[in-house]
């Protein structure tokens, strides 16, 4: 016996969902490949300006490749009041470049001040 019309209208349905389900696989895939590439890139960076830092002079914005990088320089305060050492926090904020920059990595560390 041969397949009737509804049984191979079936068939080609589930196909067809199986299809759909795998292209939204491959590109979820893809998309999270790039954020990963990205994020690994940034860190890269931001780690690079963070050892730049130590000149008190080092810009505190700049551009790298695809890469938007700003760094923010701030008191830190312990909770010890006798303490007499300077301290600063660091942060550094990687974003893709863009109309719309998105912060994809932030670095922050404690250093005494030079």
């Given at each position: ?19 759909a ?74 974003g ?19």
């Open positions: 016996m041969g397949f009737t019309l509804i049984e191979v209208l079936i068939a080609l349905a589930i196909v067809a969902t199986m299809t389900a795998l292209v939204v696989t491959v590109g979820q895939d893809a998309r999270t490949r790039l954020a990963v590439q990205q994020r690994r890139e940034g860190l890269m960076i931001a780690q690079s300006v963070l050892d730049q830092m130590a000149d008190p002079n080092a810009p505190l914005q700049g551009q790298w490749g695809a890469y938007g990088w700003r760094v923010v320089r701030q008191p830190y305060q312990l909770a010890d009041p006798l303490d007499r050492h300077p301290l600063e926090q660091i942060s550094v904020a990687v893709v470049a863009g109309a719309k920059r998105r912060e994809i990595v932030r670095l922050t560390t404690v250093r005494i001040k030079p």
